[in-house]
Structure formats: structure tokens, C-alpha cells
């Protein structure tokens, strides 16, 4: 019996992701940004999408919480969930990033080999990690939502930081620590980093 994946075939478009960044005239990338739960990942990255904005730079920001309420409502946090929920928003994120748009990926993402299967799916420069490191305890300090004390008390299962890993990556390009910056000083390192390697504010390279 053949495969449904025998079936499907991939079209070719006549407007190129070099097309799309040349009419935006900036680059396209995916900014993925990973640490524990109440780390600082959503605050960050709906700030650095207004910061975009505000120089005209096309971007939007895929939050985990989100996108399980839709896209990833059927998946729970076993790691088998972890790592399918993962790899769709890689491929979400793979088509914005087509589309010329500046991704900003907000999820624990807790295992190493998940982000680098995400990474696998981009072309050189196109992937971003940012590690947004903080002590566990802040976090737990933090708990804006009560998830620490609920999996404290054992009423939420496979809680990253308490009853499940955090993988913590061996050279991401961007590391915060949040426990010790701002979270204006942890944009600017980001908005600095962008600048420096000419993500924005740089002559579009078709």
C-alpha cells in the first residue's frame, strides 16, 4: 500500500522568501526564545515584536500558551507531546520566516535535542536561540499564573523545573539572565545582537 506521503508533492512559487525580504527590506529569521516557566520569555517577546514594529521591521510572536489554545489544543506535556508541539511551531515558524517575517517564539522547549531538530529545519543565520536563563526559585517567587505551587503540590504533572528536565543548551546565540537584567536590558542585548550581525537596519542580501 503506498504511503499518503507518496501523494504529496511540493509546489514551487514564482515570489521567492529573497523576493519577500527585498519589498520589506529587512531579513527574515526566527528568534526562539526558551527557559523556564515565569523566566521572562513572553514579557520579552512582546516587547522586542513593539520594539520591531516601531522600525518598521515585519515580526510576530508565536506564544506557547497560545498556541495550545488552537493549533496544539490536542497535545499534553509528556515529552512525546513536548517534542510534536515543538516541531509544529517549528514548521509554523519555518513558514513566517518564509513569508519574510521576523518570528519571535515564546516556549520552555525543555530539551536540547527538540531545539535542535527546530534548528535543522532553517538555513544558516535564519535561527536565533535565546536562552532566557533564570534560578529556578525566582521563577517560583515569580509564579504569575501559581504553576510552581500547583506542581509543588503535585496537582500538575511533568512541570518543567520541578518534576521534569530543563535542558539547558551548550552555546545558544543569545543568553539573558533575567534573575539579574531588566527586562529593557534584556531587549536591548537582543536589539544590540539583531544590529550587530545586520538582521535590521542592514541592506537586504537577495
Not at 169 to 188: A, C, F, H, N, R
Not at 193 to 206: G, H, R, S, W
Request: glycine share 4%; with cysteine; hydrophobic share 35%.
Amino acid at each position: 500500500m503506498n504511503s499518503p506521503q507518496n501523494e504529496v508533492y511540493r509546489h514551487h512559487y514564482k515570489i521567492t522568501v529573497s523576493d519577500r525580504r527585498q519589498m520589506n527590506q529587512h531579513k527574515s529569521c526566527v528568534l526562539w526564545l526558551t527557559g523556564l516557566s515565569a523566566a521572562g520569555k513572553s514579557t520579552i517577546a512582546n516587547e522586542v515584536e513593539k520594539r520591531l514594529f516601531e522600525r518598521k521591521v515585519s515580526a510576530y510572536v508565536l506564544d506557547g500558551d497560545n498556541v495550545r489554545h488552537g493549533l496544539n489544543r490536542d497535545l499534553g506535556f509528556s515529552p512525546e507531546d513536548r517534542k510534536e508541539n515543538i516541531r509544529r511551531i517549528g514548521e509554523v515558524a519555518k513558514l513566517f520566516v518564509d513569508a519574510g517575517l521576523f518570528t519571535i517564539a515564546a516556549f520552555i522547549s525543555p530539551y536540547r535535542e527538540d531545539r535542535e531538530m527546530v534548528r535543522d529545519m532553517f538555513a544558516a543565520n535564519e535561527f536565533i536561540e535565546v536562552y532566557v536563563k533564570c534560578d529556578v526559585a525566582e521563577c517560583e517567587r515569580r509564579d504569575p499564573k501559581g504553576l510552581y505551587k500547583r506542581a509543588r503540590a503535585k496537582e500538575i504533572k511533568e512541570f518543567t523545573g520541578i518534576s521534569a528536565p530543563y535542558e539547558v543548551s551548550s552555546s545558544p546565540e543569545i543568553m539573558l539572565e533575567t534573575d539579574k537584567q531588566s527586562i529593557e536590558e534584556s531587549v536591548q542585548t537582543i536589539m544590540d545582537y539583531l544590529e550587530k550581525n545586520q538582521y535590521i537596519d542592514c541592506t537586504v542580501d537577495v
